[in-house]
């Protein structure tokens, strides 16, 4: 059974940083690409930044310079590390990952729970 984790998030003042992790169990034969997903209240989750199974990395416009995605070696963590928090970036964060468990079955979506996070002056 595949699970997703996330953990890192709280309570950071405006221009802080932090750093977000995504715990990934389970048997895995591979994976797609993996990413960051948020959505504030009243809003549709967005992605904010993706990674790709070859490390290529994406991210929305609005974290361009101030993120960072990783994938450890071992693929079974990922995080993303924010920077220069702005109050706008409120949001519960989730990570998601498109996921082959066994080398026929068909890639799917797994997401997290999610971990919120406020950024406040």
């Known amino acids: 059974q595949v699970q997703l984790v996330e953990s890192g998030g709280g309570l950071v003042h405006t221009g802080g940083s932090l750093r977000l992790s995504c715990a990934v169990s389970?048997?895995?034969?591979?994976?797609?690409?993996m990413g960051w997903y948020r959505q504030a209240p009243g809003n549709k989750r967005d992605l904010v930044a993706g990674i790709t199974s070859g490390g290529v990395t994406t991210y929305t416009d609005s974290v361009k310079g101030r993120a960072t995605i990783s994938l450890d070696n071992a693929m079974n963590t990922m995080s993303l590390q924010l920077n220069s928090l702005k109050d706008e970036a409120s949001a519960v964060y989730y990570c998601?990952?498109?996921?082959?468990?066994?080398?026929?079955?068909?890639?799917?979506?797994?997401w997290g729970r999610g971990t919120q996070v406020t950024v406040s002056s």
């Open positions: 998601a990952a498109d996921i082959i468990v066994t080398e026929t079955a068909p890639t799917r979506r797994y």
């Open positions: 389970g048997t895995i034969f591979g994976f797609n690409v």
